[in-house]
């Protein structure tokens, strides 16, 4: 096992995520960055598993410091394409699940995909129970016709409720931008349906994950009521191909949901991206939430599905 360090080791780590999640692929800067901001009082080992001089997986283990259990670790198993034995990938969780323990887990936690069912197997081999079911769906945008959708729900942004960009929400609310959109996130994934509750994470944590990372601010999207935000919707750029978006949070306080607005937000982002020569965005949900029950009713098909799995490390 050799820890994560040079520009050389993340060249490693980016190649054995991409091929495991083709889906969503990522860049080494990029990659990189996101590690650097990690909160440094959040315990954290990353390692390249190695035989005959050949990349097997990338093993992270985390702590989950979003969730309330101190315990509760992610250990996550990025395997490369040639590593399909699920008698080899369950030894790999068992480095995952040693690594873990060492940094203080009670508790481990991962997620694995259908369109890798040695996974499955192999987790439930070593005593892990399924949880949460997220399918992952994708919609095509050359099938997509937006104009249904822009007469259907012109009339949610009538009558002051305004659909922004971040950047017009920065350009008008200036150095309180950040920390109301935080506000309002914060605020939804407290009703995002998890494995665990959710914790609030801190303003500057937050912050700077943005900040090392920065997402392209104008595929993310606010509906404001007056001068307070009240949803959203964000598209992710891939910045390995341009023709790939993420999906990522739609959401709506309570207060103003059964009005449309998370389908003019999520419609009109479509309509957007369809313009801009992106061919197929991808989200996932979970399965009871009802924003699934919106995607496949824009056009978004399951293309394959998350199952989360957790174990005690007593």
Known sequence: MQPVSTRSDWERVVALRNSFRPHGPSTVDRTMAYAEAHPSRVPIDRRIAVADGEDLAYLVVCQAYWTPEPGRFDGDVFTGPHVSDKAAISSLYETAERMASELGATVVETWAPSYRPEYALALESRGY??????????????????????????????????????????????????????????????????????????????????????????????????????????????????????????????????????????????????????????????????????????????????????????
């Open 129 to 314: 129970r399924p949880g949460q079911r997220n399918p992952e769906s994708m919609i095509d945008l050359t099938a997509f016709d937006p104009e249904p959708w822009r007469q259907k729900y012109a009339p949610v942004f009538e009558g002051g409720l305004e659909m922004l960009t971040f950047d017009e929400f920065e350009q008008r609310f200036g150095e309180e931008a950040d920390r109301m959109f935080w506000r309002l996130e914060m605020d939804l994934f407290a009703d995002v349906p998890l494995p665990s509750p959710w914790v609030e994470i801190p303003f500057e944590d937050w912050l700077r994950d943005r900040q090392a990372a920065p997402l392209a601010t104008e595929w993310m999207f606010v509906a404001l009521d007056g001068d307070r935000p009240v949803g959203t919707t964000q598209l992710i750029k891939n910045w390995v191909d341009s023709t790939l978006m993420h999906n990522a949070l739609t959401a709506v306080r309570r207060e103003y949901r059964r009005r449309g607005i998370a389908a003019a937000l999520k419609s009109r982002s479509l309509e957007l991206a369809k313009a801009a020569g992106v061919l197929r965005v991808y989200t996932d949900n979970e399965e009871n939430n009802p924003m699934f029950g919106l995607n496949v009713a824009l056009g978004y098909r399951e293309v394959h599905h998350w199952v989360q799995y957790e174990r005690p490390l007593a």
